[in-house]
């Protein structure tokens, strides 16, 4: 049935609008902000003067606009014109502001971002009480799996990208870029943009070093820095893993940072997940201590995703992409199969992010088990018995940290050098159960893909996410900042405090919508 037409609910007499034509104030060819007064103008950009700046053109004179063409406000801007934003530190006090190299041609055409842009870190306004998430509306509930705990965050966060003022001289900078911990998509991609950025600052190619083999690198005499020219890095984006090696955890913090003061380093990148930017906090606050000037910039590298307040880790788009082909292998091997059932354990220690999104996305998962919910053995081997008899054939998606309670039966954690919790193997308990509750009357075909994940090049979009991080991290440097990591947050990118995204491993939400999206989808019931 159609709707009704809309008609004019004014006669036609009525008479119209009279709308009275004047000039906007941006109605000329110049850059509108040289027209903006000076108490709208981003303080970065308006409030410092120093001598190595250019001689910079006259100001045009201010047009007489008048006062009600547009609603400017009264007063300037405060220190944080928001009131509720998330602290980043900075060393400007300590350095000397200058122009950025880009402002001859205006970043491209692009412009700047301006020190006082915010991002909104919460995306929904709730309008009720009872709505999903509603209980902790201005925090993180997705964080702790024995408590239910809600941080408290402030309203927004600091926008990253270039800004119109830098803080060290380019020709001078001396920069380190390490990975730490495991494997993941897109380090490669990550280091070679921000070797790229660095060198479109104007910082000197032999002034670029890559630590190998994670933070041991910095001191250890058999693994000596190499130097990171642009041509060294010009196809690494094409091959899985990084260029410079990795390790876990056991840095001596203190050796680190004198031989950052040895070297007289600037800049400091160091990508890595909850340990690795642990890490990089550390050696901020040791920095800090000890009065050595370096800004330490983290990019946070997650396979399971489980970063802290970001939208989504780098590498985690292709890993589901790729855990995909092995739940589509299970199901052609469980189909082909007299009651065969297709069993994978996907990565996800604290977090089932992998196995959540890969089994939503495939479409032939029957069942999902990820660590944020517990699950009685006995009911999962009876649905598997329902689904054998209704379909022929079962598809079971396993993150490795799952029923850990069912393999571990004392309280007793170990961890391993990067602070990750030490699992017991999931997918062979998990298989020699259903062979033993069918009586051999089943055929299991059990994949782990694990390391053939990990070890793979980057999709497309991992690509492009990752350019814009490595990028990030350089123009964070360049602003004077320190003890930060780079993210998405509200699809936008933003730089937060390293101590608020390390605090506790994010974690998929078993009251949330993303959850209740997975199990409606393929009609699991509750196994608790």
Known sequence: MLGRRWTNPLPVSAPKRVVQPRVTPFHTNARHERFLPKRWLCRSESNSSNEESPEQTPEPEIPDIPEDSYPFPEEPFPQDPYGDTMPVKTLRDRLQPRDSPFVVDNNAGGGFVCDDDRINIQAVQFGSPESVGAECEHGLADMSLEDEMCIVLPRFAVRSGPRRRIYFKPAGVTAAIVTCGGLCPGLNDVIQAIVYKLTDYGVPEDNIMGIRFGLRGFYDPMNRPIVMHRELVDDIHLRGGTMLGTSRGGADISQIVSRIHLW????????????????????????????????????????????????????????????????????????????????????????????????????????????????????????????????????????????????????????????????????????????????????????????????????SSDRVYCNILGQGAVHAAFAGYTGITVGLVNTHFVYLPIPDVIQAPRRVNPKGRRWNRLKTAINQPNFA
Do not use: W
């Open 264 to 459: 007289d380093l600037d800049m400091l990148f160091v990508l890595g997940g909850n340990g690795g930017n642990a890490a990089a906090n550390a050696i901020q606050e040791e920095c800090e201590r000890r009065d050595v000037l370096c800004s330490v910039i983290g990019v946070p590298k997650s396979i399971d995703n489980d970063i802290l307040i970001v939208d989504k880790c780098f590498g985690y788009d292709t890993a589901v992409e790729e855990a995909q082909r092995a739940l589509l292998a299970a199901k052609v091997e469980a189909r082909s199969a007299r009651r065969g059932v297709g069993l994978v354990k996907l990565m996800g220690r604290q977090s089932g992010f992998i196995s959540h999104k890969a089994a939503m996305s495939s479409g032939v998962v029957d069942i999902c088990l990820i660590p944020e919910i517990k699950f009685r053995l006995d009911k999962v081997l009876a649905y598997v018995e329902k689904v054998l008899a209704k379909k022929g054939h079962c598809v079971i998606c396993l993150a490795e940290g799952c029923g850990q309670d069912l393999l571990n039966k004392d309280s007793t954690k170990t961890t391993d050098a990067s602070g990750n919790p030490l699992l017991t193997d999931i997918g062979p308990f998990f298989k020699d159960e259903i062979r033993r509750y069918f009586d051999g009357d089943v055929d299991v075909k059990y994949i782990d893909p694990t390391y053939m994940i990990r070890a793979i090049p980057t999709i």
